[in-house]
């Protein structure tokens, strides 16, 4: 193919990606004001909001039960390879934080057979749930606008939203998430 050519499908490409994202923008702040009618700012969710999900066992655990402690909730699912990957990294942040208080939570947007038999083969020593529709429409409340995985929220000692991000984090986007989490008086109890 002719050099000139290339270029400009490269350049049409990236204008029609900048202009889908725009658009893709503006659709998704009508729904944001939509949202703010209804008492959430700016789309999400300000605080952590309560909420019931099973673990494997099918025991009820609810949000009210981490109180007073800062919060990572981690949504994922057997089949996204970035939320694997990041699944070693999620339970090693848990392990070295946990004398201060922080507690990791993973919600697997799964079947349940499926996470027991991936996580039968991959243990992990973290607190795992399993997502039910109302935990998806959670996480995009709390921020994760484009529904994608892994989708990581944070909340510190008093409940407030401080962090959301959709897509894996690296290990030092978790010890930022931390050193912001320890900076917070109310997390020092």
Request: net charge neutral; hydrophobic share 45%.
């Amino acid at each position: 193919m002719n050099p000139a050519k290339v270029v400009l499908v490269t350049a049409l490409a990236g204008g029609i990606s900048i202009g889908a994202a725009v658009l893709g923008q503006r659709w998704l702040d009508q729904g944001a004001d939509r949202d703010r009618h209804a008492g959430l700012r700016g789309g999400t969710l300000d605080q952590l909001p309560d909420f019931r999900l099973p673990d494997l066992g099918g025991r009820e655990h609810t949000s009210n039960a981490w109180a007073g402690r800062p919060l990572i909730l981690n949504f994922w699912a057997v089949w996204c390879p970035p939320c694997t990957t990041e699944l070693p990294l999620l339970e090693q942040f848990a392990r070295t934080h946990a004398e201060t208080g922080i507690r990791v939570v993973a919600i697997a947007v799964d079947r349940p057979e499926t996470t027991r038999a991936f996580l039968a083969e991959h243990p992990l020593d973290l607190t795992v749930l399993l997502a039910d529709l109302e935990a998806i429409d959670l996480a995009r409340r709390l921020g994760n606008r484009v529904q994608g995985l892994p989708f990581t929220v944070a909340f510190d000692a008093r409940g407030r939203r401080i962090f959301s991000h959709t897509g894996a984090l690296d290990q030092a986007q978790f010890e930022q998430l931390a050193a912001r989490l320890a900076n917070d008086p109310a997390s020092a109890r």
